[in-house]
């Protein structure tokens, strides 16, 4: 008879796995992430995407959170370049099928911090 790992375990091993996923999502996008030249030394507030994928890991939508009207010259390329890394990278890689309801919605903060 098999039996159930204790409760602790699987939630370990499910944070775990979270912190792989996220990992390898930022990875990818970070690759493909080119600041515009002026901006490492800024301190600008955080931009905040929804981004769709479907189940081969291909981006299907990139919707911005926040409201770009109005926004400063600088935070509007910040923006953008963040937009434009995540439509680079087209297909998440390595992604488990399995957990697709899992990373089949994302929500990416990005910010100049480390």
Do not use: C
């Not at 995540?86 to 390595?94: H, N, W």
């Amino acid at each position: 008879m098999i039996r159930r790992p204790p409760r602790s375990t699987l939630d370990r091993s499910s944070a775990a796995s979270d912190v792989y996923k996220r990992q390898l999502i930022n990875s990818q996008i970070i690759e493909n992430w080119r600041l515009p030249p002026g901006l490492m030394d800024l301190d600008l507030q955080p931009a905040f995407f929804r981004v769709l994928l479907d189940r081969t890991g291909a981006v299907i939508l990139i919707q911005y959170l926040d409201e770009l009207d109005g926004a400063s010259e600088r935070y509007r390329a910040f923006s953008e370049s963040a937009y434009r890394a995540v439509s680079k990278t087209e297909i998440f890689l390595g992604l488990p099928p399995n957990e697709f309801e899992k990373w089949r919605e994302l929500k990416l903060k990005f910010h100049l911090g480390s």
